[in-house]
Nanobody, 117 residues
Framework: VQLVESGGGLVQSGSSLRLSCAAS????????MKWVRQPPGKGLEWVAT????????LYTDSVQGRFTISRDNAKNLVFLQMNSLIPNDTATYYC???????????RGQGTQVTVSA
């Protein structure tokens, strides 16, 4: 399993970014996928989940209405569109694949998002 995140950067409050996650080494279309983030000095927090077929999405309350998770199974990509960014969104963002009960999830190296006030 390999997950490679990209698209992060330094932006001003109110800006938008689109994160991408390139997946390889497994069949993406069979996998539920998530985005999680780790703010500076804090633990990992769940951001969004998308079902394998892309029809069902879930969001943590703090990003609901601002972020959109999507996927392109044909291109082995998962996306996170982030609009109306605020400083509290500053974090390293990871895409994540569950590996079954008792196993740690797979994550990429992450992409840094920094939002200035």
């Amino acid at each position: 399993v390999q997950l490679v995140e990209s698209g992060g950067g330094l932006v001003q409050s109110g800006s938008s970014l689109r994160l991408s996650c390139a997946a390889s080494g497994f069949t993406l279309r069979y996998s539920l996928m998530k985005w999680v983030r780790q703010p500076p000095g804090k633990g990992l927090e769940w951001v969004a989940t998308i079902s394998s077929d892309g029809r069902t999405t879930l969001y943590t309350d703090s990003v609901q209405g601002r972020f959109t998770i999507s996927r392109d199974n044909a291109k082995n990509l998962v996306f996170l569109q982030m609009n109306s960014l605020i400083p509290n969104d500053t974090a390293t963002y990871y895409c994540e694949k569950n590996e079954g009960a008792g196993n740690p999830p797979s994550r990429g190296q992450g992409t840094q998002v920094t939002v200035s006030a």
